[in-house]
Nanobody, 118 residues
Framework: VQLVESGGGMVQPGGSLRLSCTASGFTFSAWPMTWVRQAPGKGLEWVARINGAGNNPSSADSVKGRFTISRDNAKNTLYLQLDSLKPEDTAIYYC????????????RGQGTQVTVSS
C-alpha cells in the first residue's frame, strides 16, 4: 500500500486548497477512503470518508459545508477540497485506506501540511 498526499500549503483565513492523494499497491476502487488530520500537539481527527464507488460521502461537523471529499477511481486518486479555511484547520492532513473507529490502525501516507494564517 502506498499513499502519497500533495496540495498542502499556507493560505489566509477564508482561502481554499485542494488536496490530492494518489494510491497504489491495492485495488483502489474496492476500498472506502478516509481523510484524517493532526493538529500540533493533538491526536488524529477524522475529517471525511467516502465509499469505493464515490457515493455517500460524509464529513465531520467541524468541516461540514466547507470541505468536500471526492475520488477518481480511473486515476486512483482521492481528493479533499478545502474552502473557507479557518486557523483551526491548521494540521497535517493524511489520506488513509479504509474506515475504522481506531484511526491509528488505518494505513496512511506521509501527510501534507496545511497552514491557515494571516
Amino acid at each position: 500500500v502506498q499513499l502519497v498526499e500533495s496540495g498542502g500549503g499556507m493560505v489566509q483565513p477564508g482561502g481554499s486548497l485542494r488536496l490530492s492523494c494518489t494510491a497504489s499497491g491495492f485495488t483502489f476502487s474496492a476500498w472506502p477512503m478516509t481523510w484524517v488530520r493532526q493538529a500540533p500537539g493533538k491526536g488524529l481527527e477524522w475529517v471525511a470518508r467516502i465509499n469505493g464507488a464515490g457515493n455517500n460521502p460524509s464529513s465531520a461537523d467541524s468541516v461540514k459545508g466547507r470541505f468536500t471529499i471526492s475520488r477518481d477511481n480511473a486515476k486512483n486518486t482521492l481528493y479533499l477540497q478545502l474552502d473557507s479555511l479557518k486557523p483551526e484547520d491548521t494540521a497535517i492532513y493524511y489520506c488513509a485506506k479504509g474506515i475504522s473507529m481506531d484511526l491509528e490502525r488505518l494505513p496512511r501516507g506521509q501527510g501534507t501540511q496545511v497552514t491557515v494564517s494571516s
